[in-house]
């Protein structure tokens, strides 16, 4: 489901942080730009980013990753493609999602739902809450993309969602567009 609201309702309070922290980055009610990015103004939130850059194929490489992000994936992410963490039939929509963010402009929350695979993890499931927001570069062109996973709810004893596990499903729940 897809929802263009004139604000934006959170499930995750870091992610509403990280939101109100991009929103004071607007100078006159413009684009943030990366070069006003400081990440010593959002030390708790480090470990849950991604810093995301467009690539002339439509896809994402993934510049930079936090801590939890690594730990969440069970794997290093930085230099990988973004398609390399989702299921080869979420990759298209990831893309379209993505490409909306940047050409809206448009700031993105999105609630999920991945399951976790195998025997043990029958049933089981994360929440997850995403943002993706644009940032605009030195020409005023929007390349990059501040994006963080947050986990609302995690099952007991959950495993990360490793390299074993290989890609990951997602169910979206909700997405919230607002144009910037």
């Known amino acids: 489901m897809t929802i263009m609201p004139s604000h934006i309702r959170f499930t995750n309070d870091k992610c509403e942080a990280l939101y109100g922290y991009w929103r004071s980055l607007s100078k006159d ?19 849950n980013i991604l810093v995301l850059e467009a690539e002339p194929d439509d896809g994402f490489l993934i510049r ?12 290093e992410l930085r230099g990988q493609s973004l398609d390399s963490l989702v299921t080869e039939e979420s990759r298209q929509e990831l893309r379209e999602h993505m490409r909306r963010v940047l ?15 195998g025997i043990a993890g029958i049933g089981l499931s994360y929440t997850l809450e995403a943002a993706a927001l644009p940032m605009a570069g030195e020409d005023g062109g929007i390349h990059r993309i501040l994006a963080a996973l947050f986990v609302v709810e995690a099952p ?20 919230q567009y607002i144009g910037v």
Do not use: K, N
Request: with cysteine.
């Open 103 to 117: 050409e809206g402009p448009s700031a993105a929350v999105t609630l999920m739902q991945s399951p976790i695979e």
């Open 64 to 75: 930079l990753a936090g801590t939890e992000c690594v730990d969440f994936y069970g794997r």
């Open 156 to 175: 007991p004893s959950a495993p990360p969602i490793g390299p074993d596990a290989g890609a990951w499903h997602r169910f979206i729940q909700e997405r």
């Open 29 to 47: 009610g413009g684009m943030p730009r990366w070069a006003d990015f400081d990440p010593l103004h959002i030390p708790r939130l480090l470990p």
